[in-house]
């Protein structure tokens, strides 16, 4: 599967954006998905990640209650809705697939990695 995130760019903190992240092929439905975030000069780390029929999310305790992950499974796209943006929150954000159809927050769980978007978040 290919993946193609899209929506990063720069917000003032305090603001919202909204990340997709599309997906080749007709097995969609049966991956879970995640985001994850590589800030500058840190390692990548969890964002947010659910399941293949969107019944169960896992969010990362730094976005809890800020961001939200859903997916369209007719439409092939995971999203993640990010509020109240914190300076903080200001990374390349890569969405992932894995062919287990659980969500876990687990880096290495995943098969299949998308470009990354970026993220900036101004104070």
């Known amino acids: 599967v290919q ?5 990063g760019g720069l917000v003032q903190a305090g603001g919202s954006l909204r990340l997709s992240c599309a997906a080749s092929g007709r097995t969609f439905s049966t991956y879970g998905m995640g985001w994850f975030r590589r800030a500058p000069g840190k390692e990548r780390e969890a964002v947010a990640a659910i399941s293949r029929s969107g019944d169960s999310t896992n969010y990362a305790d730094s976005v809890k209650g800020r961001f939200t992950i859903s997916r369209d499974n007719a439409k092939n796209t995971v999203n993640l809705q990010m ?3 914190k300076p903080e929150d200001t990374a390349v954000y890569y969405c992932a697939a894995r062919r287990s159809g659980s969500g876990y927050l687990l880096e290495g769980l995943y098969d299949y990695w998308g470009q990354g978007t970026l993220v900036t978040v101004s104070s």
């Open 83 to 85: 509020n109240n943006l």
């Open 3 to 7: 993946l193609q995130a899209s929506g």
